[in-house]
């Protein structure tokens, strides 16, 4: 008993959700990706999903393009920007990509980025770019949608789903 004397005891921490954390994991894993496509252009993610077969669930590896940050601006530098989901984000107030002068540079350019993720410099930007949110499948019509809203006691953002579901009855 004299060993477990010579130790501290305390309570176990509770493992928890940190989606600040998260996002910059995230970016840094989709900076990362980018230098290693500057590298190698034919550079494929590769996923390990699962799927059913046989009544079971198999993993199945599959390749995934990467798609290039960077574009050729018309004097010949390059402008890379960073997407979080399919917008990119702003540095500052309506510039939302970097100028670089060659594409040999654009590996700095990746490794201050990275810096700055890990610093948590750029948290405000990846907090505000969040999913958008989409109206379910089931409901067809703009009633469909006032009668789920009547049974609601709480129902934020009403205005933004009724004019998707107006727009999408004026596709049909």
């Not at 046989?54 to 390059?78: E, F």
């Not at 989409?134 to 789903?161: C, G, Q, R």
Request: proline residues 6%; hydrophobic residues 40%.
């Amino acid at each position: 008993m004299s060993a477990l004397k010579s130790l501290t005891f305390t309570t176990l921490p509770k493992i928890g959700a940190n989606p600040t954390l998260d996002r910059r994991t995230k970016m840094i894993a989709r900076l990362e990706e980018q230098k290693l496509l500057l590298s190698d252009p034919n550079y494929i993610r590769t996923l390990r999903t699962w799927v059913k077969k046989n009544g079971g669930l198999a993993p199945v590896d599959k390749q995934q393009r990467v798609l290039p940050c960077w574009r050729v601006n018309a004097d010949g530098s390059y402008v890379f920007f960073v997407r979080l989901g399919s917008k990119p984000i702003e540095f500052e107030k309506g510039k939302n990509a970097i100028a670089v002068p060659s594409l040999d540079k654009v590996p700095l350019v990746i490794d201050i980025l990275i810096t700055a993720v890990r610093n948590g410099e750029l948290d405000q930007q990846l907090a505000q770019a969040k999913r958008p949110e989409t109206v379910p499948k089931y409901l067809k019509t703009v009633n469909d949608l006032m009668a789920l809203i009547k049974t609601m006691t709480d129902a934020p953002h009403i205005e933004s789903k009724e004019n998707q579901l107006r727009e999408r009855e004026g596709q049909q």
